[in-house]
């Protein structure tokens, strides 16, 4: 399975955004996805992720209230809907599955995904 993200830009604080995330190829599991982000300088930083099903959602601290995950099985799509961005949020921004099979449970480990794309820039301006 292939992972495509796009839908970065730049935008100004306080303005909104959606990514996506199309997931392409075979498959024979139902993982989990996640979002993470890297800024210029730093680590990966896991982001927030969602359960197969869709049934459950967790996010860092930073972007708790501010950003939502979804997904669309039946379009093998996932979401991540940014709103209130700050300067802070500027980074790269990557989605990933996990490892597991219709897990019910939330991964925040980097090592925990086995797919990840291509990322996308996300520039917030001040």
């Known amino acids: 399975v292939q992972l495509q993200a796009s839908g970065g830009g730049l935008v100004q604080a306080g303005g909104s955004l959606r990514l996506s995330c199309a997931a392409s190829?075979?498959?024979?599991?139902?993982?989990?996805m996640g979002w993470f982000r890297q800024a210029p300088g730093k680590e990966r930083e896991f982001v927030g992720a969602?359960?197969?099903?869709?049934?459950?959602?967790y996010y860092v601290d930073s972007v708790k209230g501010r950003f939502t995950i979804s997904r669309d099985n039946a379009k093998n799509t996932v979401y991540l809907q940014m709103n209130s961005l700050k300067p802070e949020d500027t980074a790269v921004y990557y989605c990933?599955?996990?490892?597991?099979?219709?897990?019910?449970?939330?991964?925040?480990?980097?090592?925990?995904?086995?797919?990840w794309g291509q990322g996308t820039q996300l520039t917030v301006s001040s």
């Open positions: 190829g075979r498959t024979f599991s139902r993982p989990g």
């Open positions: 969602i359960t197969w099903s869709g049934g459950s959602t």
């Open positions: 990933a599955a996990d490892r597991y099979n219709s897990s019910w449970l939330i991964r925040t480990h980097t090592y925990e995904y086995g797919t």
